[in-house]
């Protein structure tokens, strides 16, 4: 970008380069859990730090070796984590320091030790005096070094942008962009080269951060980290290991390292923003103690990362490790750091269920903050989430009172971002509802959930797109169902939020947008980088997420300079970044508005209205009903109707008594260890008698049953509920199946279900079948596929930690079996098997998206499905193809990810998942699908067959083929009939034996099931 170019808008961007990192510290992202003990390199470079710190100043020395001696000094204790101490001795070595010094090692050398105090200045949180430092550094060196002027420029806008100063730092940047074409005519510009761009493409990645367009930040980020890499490899040659450069060096690509991180985080990329930061961080501990606040921030970074991937175990660990730190290091009782990462540790004991615990430590946090008098006069130390934890220790009265004081608090300032009001409304009024007002609870709900529900996928307050919004989501939703159900039991209407006074159909909505929401956001963020098929489609989605996302970053700087004391904020800059966040919105508007004009599917992809009950059940044919499920906390909701009928009830059963229902129901399913387990009919009939029962006489007579699941009863096909209780010694096949009654398909959300059922089904010719399986992945010698058990998950699940999405093909269990059920499925559809199937190395992505396969009836992937995080580096759901390594295929990874599946164009009747394992039991798998389905959905599928589980090799391929020869056979089955056909069909084979349900009930059928 050329500096000329930069306008106020632009700079007013600028304001992010600090607070960018402070905005996003959540999204710095991940690494395995730190070890607790020092590893014995970490312990020998603490030993000798300590030994130089211990050294008294050598006596009747000469200026300059004490000057070595105090500059040494200084950096150890900096890299203890003694900060202030630090600073002190690298200032009394700089007043030692005599200009015509010459060193060749860098130790006293006046620049390096300049650079080393700005450091330390940011290091011990004082940007005035760091600012005050480097505006000294920019009069010395204006004239006498235009390379080292054009470093402290940058340092200079860093700090003045930290002090809301935007005006100044826009002349500041403009200044430093000016140096380039001086720059490069230097001498040394042959040493230094990648040092400056490094620098400049680093500042840049900030902007292009601020206007919300991450991808060409990305870019620039990835640019910057090549530089510093280069100058490390070209400064370890020139200079030898051992010199005082090379630590500013490896520093710099620790930095880079990180900021890569930060920006992968905010497009939600968190596993492969992991690889990143856990490099960063093995640098950062290779020259600093755990002490340090850049290692403990670090720490605290990846715990959080942990966090949004739901990964709560390593989460904690992780946060303790980074609070331990602070409180061993020269951090103040009252450090916001420190309470950060108190604040931090408790939302994880909270999502861990443990309240008590995040209680105490949000009252430490109190505690901490309150000693220091004039900072907390100017901060305090409310928290929306202290609040909740406040309401599940019984307190919900202390919670009101706290919440009522944070939203009056941005009802007083000039500015606060929409969506954190609305999240403070919504706890809010889940602490008045706690405490029994419900007619005030109503009301603040009514304000609090319509911009939630309109924004459910942003990203905003910098929260991200992972498990701790969708946590705080729910709290605020679940609170809402309860409410809605009292109101309904009561016989009151509601004023609602989705258009409906009945408080059924408003708790339909709600809960509808609740069950979707997680999946939803894995859709938008993949949305967002998807190579779309039409060319105008992608240039407006581009156009309309760049707007979204500028916006959004303004709105959080915005937010930040209003938060400043009233005679320190810059009236004039606020009201320009107010005029153009109110021009992004109406921008952003338009496109919506020619999105649902033009590409009414892509705009229902990416946003989706809440559905509602009507709209549902006037979907449902006359022989077709519905059961939608919702589980909270303490009970569940569900909903049943046919096309004219309704009926609506909450279920005394709490989430973990439905978990334990499925979870032993699953254990005697799956058959990963080969084993077949006794089923437990109990169960079964319990889940049939508390959710099914009750409204039987509303679905009883209809020919498909679309069941809209929730929580661990997504990993669970309902074709296995028994209606009746079973006799002790009854045989399998005689057992009271649901699946003997209806046919059933599953569906994601009523919201998609309608979205299938609105599109209009594509004309024109089409082929019957196309497959691709059995794809090569490494040198593992094919098994006998008769009586296996198909290995659906990876060999080892993580592997290595250098083991990434390159090398996860060596851990691919094969699957030699599938081929010959693709070539089954292909003569049952009357399809040439030569022609139609992809197989071995032309299992392949180029062979995918070259395929028309816009004008094929039945598409088969015989191949494994990966869930978020299974792989270091994979951030979306994706299906395992052949290594590109063995198949020629070197334009691709081998992945077919979530964002390519958006880009396919189809017009299938099925899409077949014949090999993906859709039952984790944390349920990550069936969200994995759920948003693989949702991709294959917009590309023009209508249905999913999808496994379950690990399953028997020659039962599925009965299965997935007699769906096909029972449509072929009955053109006039559904296709829930057909699935449901050949479950009964297989049942019966007695000579098999597979009347067991971990036989014939592997598979699900996700999507339009009637047509």
Not at 550 to 555: F, M, N, P, S, V
Not at 605 to 628: M, N, Y
Not at 735 to 746: E, S, T, Y
Request: proline letters at 4%; hydrophobic letters at 45%.
């Amino acid at each position: 970008m050329a500096m000329q170019t930069l306008t106020l808008n632009k700079l007013l961007l600028t304001a992010g380069l600090v607070t960018a990192c402070a905005l996003l510290p959540s999204a710095l992202l991940a690494q395995e859990t730190a070890d607790e003990a020092d590893p014995p390199e970490q312990s020998a470079m603490l030993d000798d730090l300590q030994r130089q710190i211990a050294q008294p100043p050598p006596e009747n020395a000469e200026a300059q070796a004490l000057c070595v001696h105090y500059h040494r000094r200084g950096l150890a204790l900096m890299r203890l984590g003694r900060g202030i101490e630090g600073l002190a001795d690298l200032k009394q070595a700089l007043a030692l320091n005599q200009s015509n010094w010459r060193t060749t090692d860098d130790w006293c050398s006046r620049w390096r030790m300049q650079n080393d105090i700005a450091a330390a200045y940011r290091q011990v949180g004082d940007p005035r005096g760091r600012m005050e430092f480097v505006r000294s550094l920019a009069d010395e060196l204006r004239k006498a070094n235009v390379r080292r002027y054009f470093f402290t420029l940058t340092w200079l806008m860093d700090d003045q942008v930290t002090l809301g100063q935007l005006r100044q730092a826009e002349a500041t940047l403009k200044q430093a962009g000016d140096l380039l074409p001086e720059l490069k005519l230097r001498k040394d510009w042959t040493t230094e080269e990648h040092s400056v761009l490094g620098q400049w493409t680093k500042y840049s990645a900030y902007l292009q951060e601020l206007y919300g367009n991450f991808a060409e930040a990305e870019r620039l980020r990835r640019e910057s980290l090549r530089h510093a890499r280069a100058y490390l490899e070209l400064r370890t040659r020139l200079n030898g290991s051992e010199h005082l450069i090379l630590r500013v060096a490896s520093g710099n690509v620790a930095s880079c390292l990180r900021l890569l991180g930060n920006n992968l985080a905010a497009q939600g990329r968190y596993s492969e923003a992991e690889v990143y930061v856990r490099e960063s961080l093995s640098l950062m501990l290779a020259r600093s103690s755990r002490e340090s606040p850049h290692v403990a921030r670090t720490l605290g970074n990846l715990g959080n990362i942990r966090m949004q991937q739901g990964r709560l175990d390593d989460a904690e660990k992780l946060l303790r490790q980074s609070l331990s730190a602070l409180e061993r290091g020269q951090v103040r009782s009252a450090s916001p750091g420190l309470a950060e990462r108190r604040a931090d540790l408790a939302f994880v004991l909270m999502m861990r269920d443990r309240w008590p615990e995040a209680l105490a430590l949000f009252e430490a946090r109190d505690q901490g903050l309150r000693s220091d008098p004039a900072q907390f006069a100017r901060t305090g130390s409310l928290r929306s989430d202290w609040a909740l934890s406040l309401i599940r220790n019984g307190r919900a009265a202390e919670a009101a009172e706290m919440m009522q004081r944070i939203v009056n608090h941005y009802r007083r300032v000039p500015y606060a971002d929409p969506q954190v009001v609305a999240r403070a409304n919504g706890i809010y009024a889940v602490a008045l509802a706690a405490k029994g007002d419900d007619a005030q609870a109503l009301a603040v709900f009514e304000r609090a959930l319509p911009p939630l529900l309109g924004q459910i996928a942003d990203d905003a307050e910098g929260d991200g797109l992972g498990a701790g919004r969708q946590f705080r989501m729910t709290l605020i939703f679940e609170a809402y169902l309860e409410l809605l159900a009292r109101q309904q039991a009561r016989n009151q209407p509601v004023s609602g939020v989705t258009g409906s006074s009945d408080p059924v159909a408003e708790a339909f909505s709600i809960a509808d947008v609740a069950r979707g929401s997680a999946v939803q956001r894995a859709v938008v963020a993949s949305s967002a980088r998807a190579s779309l098929p039409d060319a105008e489609l992608a240039a407006l989605a581009r156009q309309e997420q760049d707007a979204g996302n500028r916006r959004l970053e303004l709105g959080k700087l915005l937010a930040r300079l209003a938060s400043a004391p009233e005679g320190q904020r810059l009236d004039s800059v606020m009201a320009d970044i107010r005029r153009e966040m109110d021009s992004l919105a109406e921008k952003q508007a338009s496109l919506r508005k020619t999105l649902a004009a033009r590409y009414p599917d892509y705009l229902r992809l990416i946003d989706p209205k809440p559905a509602t009950l009507a709209e549902l059940q006037g979907a449902l044919q006359p022989d077709e009903a519905a059961v939608a499920i919702y589980i909270g906390r303490e009970q569940a909701y569900v909903w049943t109707l046919n096309h004219r009928l309704t009926a609506f009830r909450t279920v005394q059963l709490s989430r973990q008594a439905i978990e334990r229902h499925v979870r032993r129901l699953r254990e005697t399913l799956n058959l990963e260890d080969g084993t077949l387990h006794g089923f437990p009919a109990a169960d079964a009939h319990a889940l049939y008698k508390a959710l099914l029962a009750p409204d039987a006489a509303l679905w009883r007579e209809a020919r498909v049953l679309n069941v809209i699941p929730h929580g661990s009863l997504g990993q669970l096909p309902f074709a296995v509920l028994q209606t009746a209780p079973s006799a002790a010694k009854a045989r399998p096949e005689q057992a009271p199946w649901l699946i003997r009654q209806v046919a059933i398909a599953q569906q994601a959300s009523a919201s998609s279900f309608l979205a299938l059922r609105q599109r209009q089904i594509a004309s024109g010719e089409r082929s019957d079948f196309v497959g691709f399986g059995d794809p090569v992945f490494g040198d593992q010698a094919p098994a006998s596929s008769k009586g296996n058990i198909r290995r659906l998950r990876l060999m080892t699940l993580r592997g290595d930690d250098n083991d990434g999405i390159e090398n996860a093909f060596t851990r691919l269990a094969p699957l030699p079996d599938t081929e010959l059920e693709l070539r089954e499925i292909a003569r049952s559809l009357g399809a040439d098997p030569e022609r139609t199937l992809y197989l071995h190395h032309r299992a392949n992505e180029q062979n995918v998206k070259a395929s028309a396969l816009d004008r094929v009836r039945v598409i088969a992937f015989a191949t494994h499905g990966l869930i978020p995080g299974e792989l270091r580096g994979l951030d979306q759901p994706a299906l395992a193809l052949a290594n590109p390594k063995l198949a020629d295929d070197a334009k691709n990874d081998g992945l077919l990810t979530l964002d390519e599946v958006l880009g396919l164009r189809l017009n299938a009747d099925w899409v077949v998942l014949s090999a993906c394992n859709t039952g984790a039991a944390d349920g990550s798998q069936g969200e994995a699908v759920s948003g693989l389905g949702r991709g294959f959905f917009f590309a023009g599928a209508r249905s999913l067959l999808v496994s379950n589980w690990a399953v028997e090799t020659e039962s599925a391929r009965f299965l997935t083929t007699g769906v096909f020869r029972a449509q072929t056979a009955k053109p006039a089955l559904t296709r829930a009939e057909a699935l449901q056909q050949s479950m009964l069909d297989l049942m019966q084979q007695r000579t098999a034996g597979y009347a067991h349900p971990a036989y014939w009930a592997p598979f699900s059928l996700v999507g339009d099931g009637y047509r």
